[in-house]
Nanobody, 116 residues
Framework: QVQLVESGGGLVQPGGSLRLSCAASGSRFSINAMSWHRQAPGKQRELVAVIGSGGSTNYAESVKGRFTISRDNAKNTVYLQMNSLKPEDTAVYYC??????????WGQGTQVTVSS
């Protein structure tokens, strides 16, 4: 049974930093893309950043230059380093892992609140 365990959310002041982690376990299949998404109250879930199996990355325009996605393939873990956080970054952040079977799995979500 595939499990994704997220950690690293919390409350931070504007301009601060947080690092999210998401560790996948329970599958014998290889991982293709890993990504982070977020959902703010009253809004649709949106893609924040994605990293392919070869390390290529893409970011939402709103986070370019502030967020960095990375992965550790040996640990089946994806990270999201978030710097220069703004109040509008406040949301529940979800990781998603796409396996070579073409099935995708979501993490449970972690709350990020940016407020003074």
């Amino acid at each position: 049974q595939v499990q994704l365990v997220e950690s690293g959310g919390g409350l931070v002041q504007p301009g601060g930093s947080l690092r999210l982690s998401c560790a996948a376990s329970g599958s014998r299949f290889s991982i293709n893309a890993m990504s982070w998404h977020r959902q703010a109250p009253g809004k649709q879930r949106e893609l924040v950043a994605v990293i392919g199996s070869g390390g290529s990355t893409n970011y939402a325009e709103s986070v370019k230059g502030r967020f960095t996605i990375s992965r550790d393939n040996a640990k089946n873990t994806v990270y999201l380093q978030m710097n220069s956080l703004k109040p509008e970054d406040t949301a529940v952040y979800y990781c998603k892992v796409d396996f070579s079977t073409a099935r995708g799995y979501w993490g449970q979500g972690t709350q990020v609140t940016v407020s003074s």
